[in-house]
């Protein structure tokens, strides 16, 4: 159970151009799901959370009008990177967790985007 | 807070030998500890979980240990196996706060 799906598992665009991503709680209601940059060699970063029908809250320094989040539903939150550059290349991976208790986060298998 | 660093600490044993991966967590108030594996080109699998009135978890040929004296934690791996090489985190978290992943470690198993 406790199953994440991300879609695209790979995007290549041209600059300039804007990307969504999808993040899908399979099994399981998510009412905050999180997205995270990672780098190569790095841990994860949080960039922001979102709670299902309201705002995300955004990490310092990550720019809410560059990385766009929309949880709309408890089981999908989507990520569009707006007029994405080169700088903007990463693996972004996003995670739900269950309302209830002490509960692991379970993350989907990521995007890697890569900006020409 | 976030960990950055540009080369991973790596673990090289043999297979069939057990591994212990360690993280020191920084937050006194932390809660609930979790580890990941990560394999390359792939989210963060959830291992085992802990919280923080136990000191020891058993899973599958896992076990977690909380020192929470001096904020240590540990994943060890029974007999591993090569299907265990990949990059294992630790995360922890207070309450309703985010979870705080660690730097990570990279376990590799030689045949």
């Known amino acids: 159970g406790a199953v994440v799906s991300q879609h695209p598992s790979w995007v290549i665009c041209k600059s300039g151009t804007s990307v969504k991503i999808e993040c899908r709680s399979l099994d399981f209601q998510a009412t905050t799901m999180f997205w995270y940059r990672q780098f190569p060699k790095q841990s994860l970063m949080l960039m922001a959370t979102s709670n299902e029908g309201s705002k995300a809250t955004y990490e310092q320094g990550v720019e809410k009008d560059k990385f766009l989040i929309n949880h709309a539903s408890l089981t999908l939150s989507t990520l569009t990177v707006t007029s994405a550059h080169p700088e903007d290349s990463s693996f972004y991976i996003c995670?739900?967790?269950?309302?209830?208790?002490?509960?692991?986060?379970?993350f989907g298998d990521g995007t890697r985007l890569s900006i020409l | 807070g976030e960990s950055v660093g540009l080369h991973l600490p790596t673990l090289s044993v043999q297979e069939g030998d057990n591994s212990i991966i360690n993280c020191a967590y920084s937050n006194s108030a932390s809660d609930y500890f979790i580890w990941y594996k990560q394999e390359s080109g792939k989210g963060p699998q959830f291992i085992i979980d802990?919280?923080?009135?136990?000191d020891k978890r058993q899973g599958q040929r896992v076990t977690v240990l909380l020192n929470k004296t001096v904020k240590h934690l540990s994943l060890q791996i029974a007999a591993t196996q090569p299907g265990d090489s990949a990059v294992y985190f630790c995360a922890e978290r207070s309450g309703s706060e985010k979870l705080v992943f660690g730097k990570g470690m990279k376990l590799t198993v030689n045949p």
């Open positions: 802990i919280r923080s009135n136990m």
């Open positions: 995670s739900g967790l269950q309302p209830w208790g002490n509960q692991p986060q379970h």
